[in-house]
Nanobody
Framework: QVQLVESGGGLVQPGGSLRLSCTAS????????MGWYRQAPGKQRELVTTITSGGRTNYADSVKGRFTISRDNAKNTVNLQMNGLKPEDTAVYYC???????????WGQGTQVTVSS
């Protein structure tokens, strides 16, 4: 069984920063892509950013230049540094990890990020 534990969400003022972390534990054979998604109230879940096992990154246009994804393969951890936060970044943020050997995606429970003055 695989478990993803997220941390780091909270309330921040516009222009502020937050750092999210997600650690995977359990029986994972081969983690390749790790990523972050978000879902705002009344909206569909959307991609924020992904990172491959080789370190190649992909960002949604709305967060380019403000968010940075990183990973620690030894610790099965993916991080999201969010700077210059805007009210429109308010959402529940979910991490996703793909086990490439068995082609299964695992999701975290979500962490709330609220950007408000």
């Amino acid at each position: 069984q695989v478990q993803l534990v997220e941390s780091g969400g909270g309330l921040v003022q516009p222009g502020g920063s937050l750092r999210l972390s997600c650690t995977a534990s359990g029986t994972i054979f081969n983690i390749n892509t790790m990523g972050w998604y978000r879902q705002a109230p009344g909206k569909q879940r959307e991609l924020v950013t992904t990172i491959t096992s080789g370190g190649r990154t992909n960002y949604a246009d709305s967060v380019k230049g403000r968010f940075t994804i990183s990973r620690d393969n030894a610790k099965n951890t993916v991080n999201l540094q969010m700077n210059g936060l805007k009210p429109e970044d308010t959402a529940v943020y979910y991490c996703k990890v793909r086990d490439g050997l068995v082609a299964v995606d695992y999701w975290g429970q979500g962490t709330q990020v609220t950007v408000s003055s």
